[in-house]
């Protein structure tokens, strides 16, 4: 009994420094800090239908967020906004000026005059992946079903409404198609 005691705990022992050297390695790894692009980028890679408007910058966007800086007496574009009130000023008058707000989540990422301004100059793209691919370009042997069929044996004739897959049903689960596609559902010869 004694030698299991032992036996415990050293593995009590070899634990404990495995996870007190995960936990320092953990602590030294340099933190990286996110910036406007790289949430953007973020953004990008995860895909669609992102709850945003659309937003095309003018040309002179950098001009009318220094104006409306400036009517605020915010200077220099590398000016700290740690006042709330005044970082709430600001972002609603850009917001009069550009009408394009601030979403929630990256009001705490804008900390400089510089960061609204990169913020109000870069562009929101809302289109879905599939509906930019039809403004592309594809090669002559690559082709894109947009409008896809779906095989019900009761309406389609092709194969004499026989289909490879005898025991297996169409269904449409999704609201949204349900008055577009017809589902089916296959006769089964046992319960």
């Known amino acids: 009994m004694a030698a299991n005691l032992r036996k ?11 996870f007190a050297t995960a936990a320092k390695v953990k602590k030294s790894a340099p933190i990286k800090s996110k910036t406007l692009a790289a949430v953007g980028e973020s953004i990008a ?20 967020v220094r104006s409306v800086a400036g009517s605020l007496q915010l200077t220099s574009d590398n000016r700290k906004l740690d006042n709330l009130s005044e970082k709430f000023q600001f972002l609603s008058a850009c917001f009069q000026e550009l009408q394009h707000g601030v979403p929630n989540s990256q009001v705490h990422e804008l900390c400089t005059v510089a960061d609204v301004i990169a913020f109000y100059e870069t562009p929101v793209d809302t289109t879905a992946p599939l509906d930019a691919l039809r403004r592309t370009d594809l090669p002559e042997n690559l082709h894109i079903q947009y409008e896809y069929l779906r095989f019900n044996p009761e309406t389609d004739t092709k194969f004499n409404g026989k289909t490879a897959f005898p025991k297996s049903s169409t269904l449409v689960t999704g609201l949204k198609y349900r008055g577009k596609y017809e589902g089916h559902e296959a006769k089964r010869s046992w319960p």
């Open 8 to 18: 415990s705990q050293n593995l009590v022992g070899s634990l404990h420094k495995c």
């Open 45 to 64: 890679a995860k895909g669609f239908l992102r709850p945003h408007k659309p937003y095309a910058p003018p040309s002179n966007a950098a001009e009318r």
